[in-house]
């Protein structure tokens, strides 16, 4: 983290920020943003296809990521202090590592949770890693999560979480494995457009002189974010899913 913003109180320099969150929660609450995971027209191919589909499995995989906001928040907050490239590539790498494998074996083996509560764990995902970037556990606990094994786990639960969205369709039996793994694969290569974007974006803004200033209301915005999913996960699992 930048000493500009290590240097004050972690508590004051939040309070400061509060001021935009309510019109960030305010627009989270948008109707066309919780429409996450996999379309109609999504559902009905995947309800209807049969056999091996190589290309449009990879198709709707990176079209759930890039719209995906829950991951993209997360991404961006992953990479919001990583200046090099080797750095970037090792946290990605390890968010991949956990979102392919609970995918993949989520829906292979048919291992089931609640969406809600595991949404809801991807929500607090986004808070942990704003916290972790305004350096919060140090400032209230003297200790931070190992950030790298954070990434792993939370990316378990964000892979789960898609499994969750395909468990609800009817997946047909001829070709699911390479289906899914096209799927999968397209989930990454999604990951890849959507982080190229971000980097670009991130980077200019870096060379800006604005960036020390405000990265911390960044952050604070993203830990709303985050907070703005789990209260909507919570509130659809004591509503329909309890």
Not at 149 to 168: M, N, S
């Amino acid at each position: 983290m930048p000493k500009a913003l290590s240097s004050a109180s972690f508590g004051s320099r939040l309070r400061r920020a509060l001021p935009p969150l309510a019109g960030l929660a305010l627009f989270l609450t948008s109707a066309t943003l919780w429409a996450h995971g996999v379309d109609e027209k999504g559902q009905a191919f995947i309800e209807g296809a049969s056999g091996i589909n190589i290309i449009p499995y990879m198709y709707l995989g990176a079209k759930h990521m890039v719209t995906g906001h829950d991951h993209l928040l997360f991404l961006a907050g992953v990479i919001f202090f990583l200046y090099r490239m080797k750095d970037v590539a090792a946290y990605v790498t390890l968010f991949a590592i956990g979102h392919s494998t609970t995918l993949l074996l989520g829906v292979l083996f048919d291992i089931r949770a609640n969406p809600f509560i595991i949404d809801a764990i991807i929500g607090l995902s986004v808070v942990y890693k704003a916290i972790d970037n305004l350096d919060g556990f140090r400032t209230w606990f003297g200790v931070a999560p190992n950030p790298k094994a954070a990434v792993l786990i939370f990316g378990f639960f964000h892979g789960f979480g898609l499994a969750t969205k395909l468990q609800d369709l009817t997946l047909a039996k001829d070709g699911l494995v390479p289906n899914l793994i096209s799927f999968n694969v397209g989930v990454e290569l999604g990951q890849l457009l959507a982080l190229a974007v971000i980097l670009i974006a991130m980077s200019l803004w870096r060379m800006s002189d604005s960036f020390c200033r405000s990265a911390l209301v960044a952050n604070a915005a993203l830990m709303a974010a985050g907070f703005v999913l789990i209260g909507y996960q919570l509130t659809g699992y004591f509503i329909e899913g309890a």
